[in-house]
Each structure stands twice: as structure tokens, then as C-alpha cells.
């Protein structure tokens, strides 16, 4: 086909509509630009904060690696299986569902078995498994969430598959509950608020967006999660650890919670490039100090950590190549 004036200039006028440059939409269309995708959690959660975070150290380099990358908001389970199925890059996960998902021992959450191809990147902040209850709701323990209505989390979440796991431990069916609501962690502030539910179970880092909502539009407070069976479960995996959400940290509970929890990690497979993932870590940890002021819940991060703990799947191959080359492996 030959290319007329008039074609070049109706060209031309579309990218202006766009609002793209000239070599922004030649860019995006030759094969240079690499587009790749972090999947996530709900807006109010610190995944998202985090995915958002590592995309914009990357996009700050897009014009020497040509590394493009966007987030999505699906939660550890969906993360894992987007991973799988091709659809995302990389993603943030539990560390027990990360353990999970390589291991093939939870077929209830993956049915496909074991994915062998899954890697680990590195792993950041810890998420306890936390219980925001209505504070004229009569919930003042753990056990007396049975009976109540309660926001299990959304499918494809690692906080309600964790809490899956929970329930289980504690001999509780979804049938238990006055009312067992899936919400999305972004929607379950305002039904707490508005007394739809008496309470949110949610597995995340702090301070979270969500709880801090929950905790400043209307009473609530912290449940400990620290009975005998928790704490079984707590001791019976390396994924798992007892812990604590620091008192003050959310209005209504001055004190200490105590509950178990599980860490944040970074995944991707044998599918993504070496490439793409050194340059993803190298985003990270050439910048540490402003990646570690990018949310609260990084303030405590070390390196030297970040490459060895809640890391059950091998490390991917990019990653080692940069540890390597700083000498930490
Ligand atoms: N741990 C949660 C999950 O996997 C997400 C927490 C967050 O959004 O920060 O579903």
C-alpha cells in the first residue's frame, strides 16, 4: 500500500488527539518498548501502594531500559494465577500462598498443582492477619466474631484464602457467620462504617489505608488473634509467625494486638526475562532509600532480608544476577 499526504496527515492529527509525542506513539509501536504488568491488591491496601511505588522507579528509567510498567489490583491468589496463565509479569504475594502455590499443597486455592516455574523476586513487608471489629458490635475476642457479620475478603485475595485456612483451624463454617460478606478491601472501611458488618478480617501490612479508614470514620478497634489454636498454627509452618501491631498506631486501640501473620513477597516465573527482572530489582535496590520512604510499612526493610526471608519458590534468575553483583549472594 502506498502512503498518501492525506494519511500521514490524519496520522498525525490522531496522536495529537491522543496527546501522545511523536516518539512516544513511535516508540509504542516499534518493538523497542516493553510493556509489563505487577499485579496487585485493592487501592487501600499497601499492595498497591507498593506496586505503585516499584512502577514509578522503573518508569523513571524507561528512556535507558524501554521497561513500561503498570499495576493491577487482584490480591496474592489472583497475582499467582495471572502469573501462571501469563497474563502478569509479576506480583505480590503471601508468603504461605507463594509456599502454596510452588509446593502444590493447597488444591483447594490451586487446583492446577504444583507451578514449578513460579519464582520468587524478593520479599518486603510483614502482614498480620488483622481484625477490625465495630466497637458496639460485643466482639471483644477473636471467638466471638462466630454469629457476627463479617467481611471474609474478596476471592482471589490472599487474606481470604489465609482466613479459609483460619476457619478451618477454628472448626467455623462460612454458614457460622450472621453474615459472610466477600467485599473488596477498598469497599469494607465504608460497610463497617455504615454498620453493614461488625467486623473485617483482612491479612495486611500497617499501616493500611483500609484499616486506618475504618478505624478514623467511625469506632473500631483491634482484635488479638492469639488463642491456642492460633498460635498452633502459627508454630506449625515457616510461613507463618506469631506478632504484634504496634499499640497507637490506629485510633481506638492504645494497646498491643497480638495476632499471627505472614510476610509480603514478590513473584514472577521462569517466563518473565532475566532482564526484566534485574531491572525491576535494580530499580528497587539502586534506590533503596527512596524506595523505603515510598510507604510506613517499607520504613523497616533491609536488603540482606528482603533476598532470603518468606522465600519458599527458587529465586529467579534476573534477581540472582544482580545480588550477585552486589556481592550479597
Ligand atoms: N495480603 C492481601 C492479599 O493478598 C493484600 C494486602 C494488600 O492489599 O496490601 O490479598
Known amino acids: 500500500m502506498k502512503i498518501s499526504k492525506s494519511m500521514l496527515t490524519g496520522a498525525v492529527a490522531a496522536i495529537g488527539i491522543l496527546g501522545m509525542s511523536a516518539a512516544a506513539f513511535a516508540e509504542s509501536h516499534g ?3 516493553q510493556f509489563i504488568t505487577i499485579g496487585t491488591g485493592g487501592q487501600t491496601g499497601v499492595y498497591y501502594q ?3 511505588a516499584i512502577c514509578r522507579l522503573v518508569n523513571r528509567g524507561t528512556k535507558d531500559h524501554n521497561i ?3 499495576h493491577t489490583t487482584g490480591g496474592s491468589v489472583a497475582n499467582i494465577n495471572g502469573i501462571r496463565a501469563g497474563d502478569l509479569d509479576l506480583g ?5 500462598w507463594q509456599y502454596h502455590a510452588y509446593n502444590g499443597t493447597s488444591p483447594k486455592t490451586f487446583p492446577d498443582g504444583k507451578f514449578e516455574e513460579l519464582r520468587a523476586v524478593f520479599s518486603v513487608h510483614p502482614e498480620p492477619f488483622t481484625v477490625v471489629a465495630r466497637m458496639d458490635s460485643g466482639i471483644n475476642t477473636f471467638e466471638d466474631l462466630k454469629g ?3 467481611n471474609l475478603g474478596n ?3 490472599g487474606a481470604r484464602a489465609t482466613f479459609g485456612v483460619v476457619m478451618e483451624k477454628m472448626g467455623w463454617k462460612v454458614g457460622d457467620f450472621a453474615l459472610a460478606a466477600e467485599l473488596k478491601s477498598s469497599e469494607q472501611a465504608a460497610a463497617l462504617c455504615d454498620n453493614k458488618i461488625d467486623a473485617i478480617v483482612f491479612t495486611v501490612g500497617h499501616p493500611a489505608g483500609t484499616i486506618k479508614e475504618a478505624t478514623t470514620s467511625c469506632e473500631a478497634k483491634l482484635i488479638n488473634v492469639n488463642n491456642d489454636k ?4 502459627a508454630a506449625g509452618a515457616d510461613y507463618y509467625s506469631m506478632t504484634t501491631i504496634p499499640g497507637g498506631m490506629y485510633t481506638g486501640t492504645p494497646e498491643d494486638t497480638e495476632t499471627f501473620g505472614v510476610g509480603a513477597t514478590f513473584v514472577s516465573s521462569t517466563k518473565t526475562s532475566p532482564e526484566v ?6 530499580s528497587v535496590f539502586d534506590n533503596f532509600k527512596r524506595f523505603k520512604k515510598m510507604h510506613p510499612a517499607f520504613a523497616n526493610l533491609k536488603e540482606a532480608d528482603m533476598i532470603k526471608n518468606n522465600l519458599s519458590a527458587p529465586l529467579h534468575e534476573g534477581a540472582i544476577k544482580y545480588y550477585k553483583e552486589k556481592g550479597w549472594m
Open 277 to 282: 527482572i534485574y531491572q525491576i530489582v535494580k
Open 230 to 233: 492460633i498460635k498452633e498454627l
Open 148 to 150: 457476627k457479620r463479617v
Open 155 to 157: 476471592p482471589g485475595s
Open 31 to 33: 518493538a523497542k518498548q
Open 92 to 96: 505480590v504475594a503471601q508468603s504461605d
Open 50 to 52: 507498593v506496586g505503585g
Open 68 to 70: 513500561k510498567c503498570t
